[in-house]
Nanobody, 124 residues
Framework: LVQLVESGGGSVQAGGSLRLSCSAS????????MRWFRQAVGKEREGVAL????????FYPNSVKGRFTISLDNAKTTLYLQMDSLKPEDSAMYYC?????????????????WGQGTKVTVSS
C-alpha cells in the first residue's frame, strides 16, 4: 500500500509560480511511475506531468510544457510539481497519483493510489 499527501496549493496571480509537493509513504519501492493530474470545475481530469522514478524520464502535455517541471527528491518519496508562468486556465484541483508495479502509466485507471488533492487558483 502507498499513501500520498499533497501540499503547496494556493492562490497566485497570472505569471506567478507555485510548487506543489506530494509526500509518499508505505511501500514506495513498488512505485513504477507517478503523475500529477488536475481537474478544473466542469472539466475532465487531465494528466499534466509524468515521471518514472527508476529512470527520471519525464513527460508533459503541450499545455504545460516549458512551464511545469515534475521532479522527485533523492529518497524518491516526495514528488514535486514546479509551476511557473501560471495562467488562469491552470486553476484546478491538483492530484498526485502513483502506480505500484510495472505497466501502463498513460491513463487515470492505471494509477491505484491518489492523494486528496490541493487547490490552485490563478487570477488574471
Amino acid at each position: 500500500l502507498v499513501q500520498l499527501v499533497e501540499s503547496g496549493g494556493g492562490s497566485v496571480q497570472a505569471g506567478g509560480s507555485l510548487r506543489l509537493s506530494c509526500s509518499a509513504s508505505g511501500d514506495t519501492t513498488s512505485i513504477s511511475c507517478m503523475r500529477w493530474f488536475r481537474q478544473a470545475v466542469g472539466k475532465e481530469r487531465e494528466g499534466v506531468a509524468l515521471i518514472y522514478p527508476s529512470s527520471g524520464s519525464t513527460f508533459y502535455p503541450n499545455s504545460v510544457k516549458g512551464r511545469f517541471t515534475i521532479s522527485l527528491d533523492n529518497a524518491k518519496t516526495t514528488l514535486y510539481l514546479q509551476m511557473d508562468s501560471l495562467k488562469p486556465e491552470d486553476s484546478a484541483m491538483y492530484y498526485c497519483a502513483a502506480r505500484a508495479g510495472w505497466g501502463s502509466c498513460g491513463a487515470q485507471r492505471d494509477f491505484g493510489y491518489w492523494g486528496q488533492g490541493t487547490k490552485v487558483t490563478v487570477s488574471s
